[in-house]
């Protein structure tokens, strides 16, 4: 019997690692949502009496502290394995190069606001309110859903020069998570980033200006994985990293690591 949080569950990969980990009976799945309406995810909820919804928004400490006193009044203060998926970006600049953005303060902040407030800060606050349930958990496990596009050799081979603050602020994620590995590897809690692979999570119909830049990207990565034909589906991404979760160990504490549980195929 394992219990497992996981932000950003309304859709995407969260909503998918909701949905496989409800399958097993034994598992109870908190899914921690900002709109526990979410037509997705609820749906979910009223098909499997083992997802919980919780609402939780991890840019704002207290919601996201509100959210870990729920999970921990339905699974008795403990936690076994924490998934803190939760990302946005400013999509109108993700298409800048560095050299774009501007000589001005607060525009510059509100370019790089949405990445670092749900994968810097949201990290930790999210963590930090989990915490004690995890140190009271069996598992004890932190996963941090993070990107191989903050990997500098990456970013080397391919020529990937957009997606500034979304990498810059994955990057200081895989620091984060170093940093948390430190600390806690004493208290036999294990940390680990996860790059899930580059999945196709958009909903709906692409708009033609999305197709043409996912068949971009696509060229980019095959500069260094030359068999990439695309993306992968969120149902193949999310049941290797429920592997690679049951995998953790303290050797890989702090590391960020591939969905296929290694630091060589990012895809
Ligand atoms: N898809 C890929 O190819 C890929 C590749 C590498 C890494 N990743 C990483 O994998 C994770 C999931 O990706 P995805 O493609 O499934 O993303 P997605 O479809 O954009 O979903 C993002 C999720 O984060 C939630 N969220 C946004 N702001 C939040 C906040 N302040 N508090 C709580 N939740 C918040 C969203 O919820 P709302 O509905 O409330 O907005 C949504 O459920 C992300 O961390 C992403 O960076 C994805």
Redesign the pocket.
Known sequence: MSSYAI??????????FVRQLATDPNNTVLA????PE?PG?SELASQYANVHLIA?????PK??LNAASAAAAITGGKLDVLI??????DAATMSFNPSQFPFDSEATRAMFE?SL???IY?GLWTTNAFLPLIEKGVQKKIV??????AEVDLIRGTGISYGVA?SVA?AGMNVQIAKYAAELAPRGIKVLGL?????????GEKPSAVVEGDAFMLKQFQTIAPSLEG?IQ?EE?VAKSIQVIANMDDESSGLLLSHNGNRENWF
């Open positions: 932000t950003g569950a309304s859709k995407g990969l969260g909503r998918e921690i949502v900002r709109n979410s995810v939780g928004d991890v840019t704002d919601s996201i803190h998926n939760s990302n946005a970006v949405p407030t749900t994968a949201g941090h859903i993070s990107s191989a596009m979304y994955k790059s899930p692979g580059w999945v196709d999570t958009w909903e993306q969120p991404s």
